[in-house]
């Protein structure tokens, strides 16, 4: 699912920004590229608030992801590049996913998954 790219722009420290929307409005958070565990086709997230986003996704499920590494080439030779995730989102509270993430981030709450269903480059 995921290109070689992706996996190499996760290496470089860089904003990830997670966009929700229901009731005809829009809501943007952010996080970290490092704190993104990818399992298959799915991308996990710690989430510690993100109560908006959870809200948005009880409501609507769909979920765009982008995220960006200016260290890595791009199209063209571009210096930089991002891609465009798109999916739909669900939180996990309590399981294996949950203990295997918590280990790594003690400070998260709930972990949001990701189930991507298109991975774009954008740069």
């Known amino acids: 699912m995921f290109p070689d790219k992706f996996f190499e722009v996760l290496k470089h420290e860089g904003v990830i920004s997670i966009t929700t929307w229901s009731d005809n409005e829009a809501h943007v958070t952010n996080t970290w590229n490092s704190y993104l565990k990818i399992k298959d086709d799915t991308i996990l997230i710690p989430a510690a608030g993100m109560n908006s986003t959870e809200a948005d996704v009880a409501k609507n499920n769909r979920v765009i992801v982008t995220m960006g590494a200016r260290e890595v080439e791009g199209f063209n030779g ?18 294996p996913i949950y203990d295997e993430m918590y280990a790594e981030f003690p400070f998260l709450k709930r972990v949001l998954a990701v189930k991507a269903e298109m991975a774009k480059q954008l740069l």
Do not use: D, H, L
Request: charged share 15%.
């Open 78 to 95: 571009y210096q930089g590049t991002g891609f465009r995730v798109e999916g739909t989102a669900s939180f996990i509270s309590e399981g």
